[in-house]
């Protein structure tokens, strides 16, 4: 069989981009190794843990959070197996979307592991061990990431005591105690999701604060917010090794500027320690695809690897590892393969941490300004002065806009509080068309609501806030 476009992972980045391509008229096939498509977010990682972070949330908000509001409840009781069959049927319910879409765009899904033999040419592996070969004008890898584990360390992880994002999802009780080695996005989450069913969650990070590449103070701030809900935190700290106990597992771990290591035991030590692009058993090396320094597939800005007709998207190349931003390069490598001029702005790429309250950033940090040497302005807004968030106990956080001194250009825009995943957007729509912060100062926002703190926050920036 010979197909115009060749899709080997079915992420966010594969499947989306195979129905791009479909819809511009291009025959398709994706191939994928699990049963079921979707890639690591569908399956084992944005979306179930969505489902977790939900439904801890509801809990922990029904076992302490409305006795002010009125609302007294007892006997409040947590069923793991039923909020675990939750996260299952929303995983299920995502796929099955996928596969319909897959059989709507008439593109050819074929299970099993992808190989590139040669330009043009493809072979698919299924678990039996059967093999056939394709042919395509176009191949695009699309394959993902997996998990980094911890440099240096050899960690034996058996996804019951010592775990990955991937056990993370699926414990079958709450620990008692439970140590994240890694203070990012996902280990925040997760042990978020642990620590509201019961768990006490220690945070064990090499850097000196949590969220490494976001904006500082949000970063702090943050924290704060973390340590007030039961975290600890254990900064600039360098794991040595994790090995199993008798009672569950250690963690030993010294200062990065020098000093005595300690070791902290828990029932459950989770490695999010962040991905590593998964290129494994793809047939690069013989076909001559170059790889980076990282491991990451070297492309150009068309996604084009060194080897014509081949194209790589998403984790498996350069840039955030993000669900929507693989999306993003699916529908813009489609158009590109099909003639037309598929482009990124990765300079407005949101990134969210979906705990509570959540956090979410676009554009510049502060610190990348200063680094730059850009002149800019500075909006900030408290979610304690905002009317909607008084009534829904929902005062935590602030929103901050940085724009250009000199044309009040938006350069970057964060945001902690409750649904700052859904206000970035406007932002971020707002940095796409370079505007101003006087322009989104200027735009009506319903009252009342949350979105109106970043109306203030912008009026900040451009010149006064009304409300603070």
Known sequence: ???????????????????????LGLKVAVIEKRATPGGTCLN?????????????????HASHGMESLGIELAGV???????LAHKDATVKSNVDGVA?????????????????????????????????EIDGKNIVIATGSDVAGIPGVDVAIDETVIISSTGGIALEKVPATMVVVGGGVIGL????????????????EYLDQILGGMDGEVSKQFQRMLGKQGFEFKLGSKVTNVERTDAGARVTFEPVKG?????????????????????????????????????RVEIDGSYRTNVSGIYAIGDVVKGP?????????????????????????????????YTQPEVASVGKTEEELKKAGTAYKVGKFPFMANGRARAMEATDGFVKVLADSTTDRVLGVHIVGFGAGEMIHEATVLMEFGGSAEDLGRTTHAHPTMSEAVKEAALGAWFKPIHT
């Not at 897959?102 to 093999?131: M, R, Y």
């Not at 699916?330 to 099909?338: L, M, N, P, R, S």
């Open 321 to 353: 590892m993000l669900a929507h931003k693989a999306e993003d390069e699916g529908v813009a490598v489609a158009e590109i393969i099909a003639g037309q001029h598929g482009h990124v702005n990765y300079d407005c790429i949101p990134g969210v941490v």
């Open 1 to 23: 069989m010979s197909y115009d476009v060749i899709i080997i992972g079915t992420g966010p980045g594969g499947y989306v981009g195979a129905i791009k391509a479909a819809q």
């Open 100 to 132: 319909f879409l897959f059989k709507k765009n008439k593109i050819d899904w074929l299970t099993g592991t992808g190989k590139i033999l040669a330009p043009g040419k493809v072979s698919v592996t299924s678990e039996t061990g059967e093999v056939q």
């Open 77 to 83: 009781n947590l069923n793991l197996e039923k909020m």
């Open 44 to 60: 084992i990682g944005c979306i179930p843990s969505k489902a977790l972070l939900h439904a801890s949330e509801m809990f922990a």
């Open 189 to 204: 989450e997760l042990g978020s999701v642990w620590s509201r069913l019961g768990a006490k969650v220690t945070v064990v």
């Open 259 to 295: 000093g005595e290591a300690q070791s902290i035991d828990a029932d459950v030590v989770l490695i999010a320690t962040g991905r590593k692009p998964y290129t494994e058993g793809l047939g690069l090396e013989n076909v001559g695809v170059a790889l980076d320094s990282r491991g």
